[in-house]
């Protein structure tokens, strides 16, 4: 690999969390922070956090929020957190979550965390569970936690979590 950053080389989304591991409230608020100085089009900040710590109410309105599939292995993580937007460019709202996010995940790694971001929820439901206010827009739920054992995740996961991480090569992703 060329000259990376160790904090994005070794970055990697598992789904083997340790529950017994939980994450202190300076860790919660330094992931935070590094969301909070993302950058955004104008410093408009168009990004909105939930933070659940393990078996509050947060964190159980989030985990019901997903997939069955995903709550069998999220339901180990430290913390659940949703990303959502406001602001009247959807578009440019939603990719400026995003950039909060990576910053989140990159402070995730630094800390000797792990972060797993899921798309599939059910975000009228969770909307409703959190009364988010009108035009708060969830996006993503994040997983984070430390790595715990991948042989202790259901055998259909396992294989995925001790497979080879790949990457497309860079020549495919370069438009011209």
Do not use: C
């Not at 070794?10 to 017994?20: E, Q, V």
């Not at 997903?66 to 602001?87: E, I, K, V």
């Not at 969770?126 to 969830?138: F, H, I, S």
């Amino acid at each position: 690999m060329l000259d990376l950053t160790p904090l994005l080389a070794f970055r990697w989304s598992p789904r083997a969390f340790d529950p017994t591991a939980g994450l202190t409230g300076d860790e919660a608020a330094s992931l935070l922070e590094a969301a909070r100085w993302a950058p955004s089009a104008g410093n408009t900040q168009p990004w909105r956090f939930a933070f659940g710590h393990r078996e509050d109410d947060t964190w159980k309105r989030l985990l019901v929020s997903l997939p069955d599939g995903d709550q069998r292995w999220a339901r180990h993580a430290a913390a659940l957190l949703l990303g959502a937007h406001t602001g009247g460019d959807p578009e440019r709202a939603a990719y400026d979550l995003g950039q909060a996010v990576a910053h989140l995940t990159v402070q995730a790694t630094a800390l000797g965390l792990h972060a797993h971001q899921l798309t599939r929820f059910d975000r009228a439901r969770l909307a409703t569970e959190l009364d988010l206010p009108v035009g708060v827009r969830p996006a993503v739920v994040v997983a984070i936690g430390r790595l715990g054992d991948p042989f202790a995740l259901p055998e259909d996961l396992r294989d995925r979590e001790t497979d080879l991480r790949r990457r497309r090569p860079l020549a495919d992703l370069l438009l011209a």
